[in-house]
């Protein structure tokens, strides 16, 4: 799992997210001035709209932090039975002294540190999914001919960002949770 402090912080990810938005906003500004209108310009809703739109309704948005909180929280729950069994948690994020092989957190905390997770990780593909949609509006504007291929570019780009992601933030925790399932089943303490 990517530790908080690998993740981009809520700060940097607002910084990166306006400093794009200021530089994509005033090239398409400029472009739109310089460009006369037809009748397929006047149909394209506005660049904010449009891009707010995209994110909002586009599921690359969402699934990596739904992904990395249910694989999350299936760890942490199938590691109760072990809790109250005197083991230890080795991940140092539950811990109560913040070391790993420690006594773990309540249960109510470590849900509340999951949730908090999920937050920071929608925030993460929220800032990928922006930048992209202010990406190829800005390209279709400037490339009327290609907006295809520019929107079939951009969901690849996303698709690919969201499926790393996924990976990445959920892969160990199904691994550790059907390793628990499995052990507290021999050893007899499952739930």
């Known amino acids: 799992m990517l530790t908080q402090r690998q993740l981009c912080t809520s700060r940097v990810n607002r910084r ?14 400029g472009h739109a001035v310089a460009q006369t209108t037809n009748d397929n310009d006047q149909k394209r809703p506005s660049f904010l709209l449009d891009v707010t739109k995209r994110v909002i309704l586009d599921p690359t948005t969402y699934a990596p932090a739904i992904i990395a909180y249910d694989a999350t929280m299936r760890d942490w729950k199938s590691s109760q039975p072990f809790f109250n069994n005197g083991y230890l948690e080795h991940n140092w994020r539950f811990t109560m002294s913040g070391r790993a092989d420690d006594f773990p957190v309540d249960y109510g905390v470590g849900r509340r540190r999951i949730l908090s997770d999920a937050l920071a990780n929608l925030e993460m593909s929220a800032v990928n999914n922006v930048t992209d949609s202010m990406f190829e509006h800005v390209l279709g504007d400037r490339y009327p001919n290609h907006r295809k291929l520019i929107r079939a570019l951009g969901w690849v780009e996303k698709s690919a960002f969201a499926s790393y992601m996924s990976y990445r933030l959920s892969a160990s925790h199904y691994r550790q949770w059907q390793q628990n399932e499995q052990m507290a089943r021999q050893m007899g303490i499952l739930r």
């Open 16 to 29: 990166v997210l306006f400093g794009v938005f200021a530089v994509t906003l005033m090239l398409s500004t």
